[in-house]
């Protein structure tokens, strides 16, 4: 993905740019400082002769004799009347229009459609237009079918002050860890294995100073891992747990934040079998995972003054002469045992002895695990919004507020010792499926059993990990909003 230049100016002059982006209002009227550039009548006539329409996020690139080839037009609709989710895609059709172009140095007034009060969100500008250079390149596909774009450096009309430069920053080095994490994901399971996870953590460990220690499968075992252990016994590829350690804090003896990613790299259900259409897609069941590598890379990059570690368990989920059955029990690492009532209900599993491992041998003060956990969670919440639980609030509701100033939305659901009941098994300590209703509430209910002495938070990313159909792809969230509670509340 080839990195813009992003920076900022308080001055209008035209002379080093080759191309302007202009917003306009939905009465053809554009912001008043931007009156000295003196494009309201072009403007007026544009609309008057039903060449462009101002309505939010149209734009119109027109190509000029003067010193600066380009002016991009953008429609942003009505004045004041200017929300999250119409800026997100106002800045997206900027991306396309200046991608399919071929302009390399723009000044992009896009922020001064916001008042003095509320300065903009230089954040999603940069991020929308990083992101959109992304694309996936397989080794074996050849870079001559990447991307062409050819833009290389994008002022903004903004305040050069320290919060606009860490907007800049942060959004940079999100949409690099989202790179990592599209990646991982897109990669086919035949690639991206538990031990391709593995490499990837330990490269990033030595390109930016992490701990890194993975444990194999005869370690895990002897730990008491049964659950885990369960879900890898019938796979040919051996599983790893993989463990990150950044240390930010001055203080070493920081307790961390923790952070979980579920990495099944490929869930064909195990006995349990998946039906075979669209199967394909459980490549995906390791965005958790891809997510947990992704946020470190930004960390990387930004180094907040916080701890964190990342433990990912990872394996695949596969039917064999060596897999578990429905109706085996197993120990989990935490003594607690599970009757496996259903082979397919294998995220759980991995991650509940992940969990007890992290809260072992870390002692953190905060547990966030992310799982492409549910099929239920898309009948909730759709592709939209992914799934919050947990025990407590506080980390809920912060949380919460990360994905709503990055608009990499959550949306809580209830945890209830009703539910619970639904875990109830004759033949162990627990099931490892709840039954019909509440598909996601239930697998969030087997969680908190491994998560009682520490404030837990459960991200269910299934809907929103990746996107189907004709644009299939890793969608890296939810790094976004995990970059921004992990620099906003260290
Ligand atoms: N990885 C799947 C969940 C999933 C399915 C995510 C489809 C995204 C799209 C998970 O391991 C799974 O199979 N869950 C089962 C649980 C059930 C057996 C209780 C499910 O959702 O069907
Ligand atoms: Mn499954
Ligand atoms: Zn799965």
């Known amino acids: 993905m080839k990195q813009i230049q992003f920076s900022t100016t308080t001055s209008l002059d035209l002379q080093n740019f080759d191309t302007l982006i202009v917003p306009v209002f939905e009465d053809a009227n554009i912001p008043k400082q931007l009156q000295n550039l003196a494009l309201d009548k072009l403007v007026k006539n544009l609309i008057k002769s039903n060449d462009f329409k101002a309505s939010s996020a149209k734009t119109l690139m027109l190509i000029t004799q003067e010193k600066i080839n380009r002016i991009c037009l953008v429609g942003v609709g009505k ?19 200046i991608n399919q ?17 509320n300065s903009g969100s230089l954040y999603q500008a940069t991020l929308s237009m990083q992101q959109s250079q992304y694309d996936y390149i397989h080794p074996s596909r050849g870079e001559h079918k990447a991307k062409k774009t050819y833009l290389e450096k994008m002022v903004f009309f903004n305040k050069d002050n320290m919060q606009n430069k860490q907007s800049i920053q942060q959004a940079q080095a999100t949409a690099n860890g989202m790179q990592l994490t599209q990646d991982l994901a897109n990669m086919p399971s035949n690639f991206c294995t538990p031990s391709y996870l593995a490499k990837t953590a330990k490269q990033l460990a030595k390109d930016y100073g992490f701990e890194c220690n993975v444990l194999e499968r005869e370690q895990m075992i002897k730990m008491g891992m049964g ?3 369960s879900v890898a016994q019938g796979c040919a590829t051996p599983p790893k747990m993989i463990c990150l350690s950044y240390q930010g804090s001055n203080n070493k003896d920081d307790a961390p934040i923790a952070l979980v990613g579920k990495g099944v790299t490929f ?52 039917p064999s002469g060596d897999a578990i059955k429905p109706g085996d029990v197993v120990t989990s690492l935490s003594g607690q045992t599970i009757e496996i009532l259903n ?43 992914s799934a919050i639980l947990g025990n407590n609030q506080q980390l809920i509701d912060d ?8 608009y990499d939305r959550f949306w809580q659901l209830p945890l209830s010792e ?46 929103t990990a990746w996107t189907s159909g004709i644009n299939k792809g890793a969608t890296g969230r939810p790094v976004p909003a995990l970059v921004e509670f992990l620099t906003k509340n260290g």
Request: net charge neutral; proline share 2%; aromatic share 6%.
């Open 343 to 385: 082979t397919d209900a294998e995220g759980r599993l991995i991650l509940c002895d992940a969990l007890t491992y992290t809260q072992k041998t870390y002692q953190p003060k905060q547990i966030i695990d992310m799982a492409t956990l549910t099929g239920a969670c898309i009948i909730a919440l759709g592709h939209h919004i």
């Open 418 to 463: 009703e539910y619970d009941e639904q875990l109830k098994s004759n033949f162990a300590d627990m099931a490892n499926i709840g039954g019909k209703g509440a598909g996601t509430i239930t697998a969030a209910q087997f969680l908190a059993r491994f998560t009682k002495n520490v404030a837990w938070a459960h991200l269910d990313i299934a809907g």
């Open 267 to 318: 869930d064909t259900g195990g006995i349990s079998l998946k039906p075979g259409a669209g199967m394909d897609e459980m490549k995906y069941d390791m965005g958790g995972a891809a997510t947990v590598l992704g946020v470190f890379k930004a960390l990387g990059e930004l180094k907040p003054k916080i701890n964190v570690v990342g433990v990912i368990p990872s394996t695949e989920n596969m």
């Open 399 to 406: 949380l919460l507020t990360a994905s709503n100033t990055t």
């Open 79 to 97: 004045q004041n009347k200017i929300t999250d989710k119409s800026y997100l895609k106002i800045c997206q059709a900027i991306a396309k229009e």
């Open 227 to 229: 659950s885990f252990m």
């Open 101 to 117: 172009s071929g302009a390399k140095n723009c000044l992009n007034l896009i922020n001064s459609i916001f008042t003095a009060k």
